[in-house]
């Protein structure tokens, strides 16, 4: 690893552990928006998960087509709103799994710099 990654890694893993507290809080604040069958939270939460990273595709590719890929403020404040329905999927996913915001932050910092120390953050596979 070289000094600049070992640098990114730690200033990655400090501002995880800054944001501990909010990204678990944000999954706690976020629960209570939780409506849907208990007992169907994990398909309900996948297939909500992909829908609405379905919306977020579906406003670039508008943007592409319609306006040469250019983002205008309007469009930015939209994908912004479009990514937080994405990131409330993925905290009550993870909540429904019993795991916290927090680690599944960590867990895919982990990852990346495991590719990257391996040269392998190009290519494909979950296991490279
Ligand atoms: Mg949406």
Redo the contacts with the bound molecule.
Sequence with gaps: MSNEDAEALAIARRLIAEKKDSADGYQQSASKFAIYPQDKGLEYLSLGLAS?AG?VAGKVKKIIRDKNGILSDEDKQALA??LG?VLWYVAMLAQDMGVKLSYVFNKNIDKLQVRMDNNTIGGSGDNR
């Design positions: 609405e919306e709103a479009e329905d």
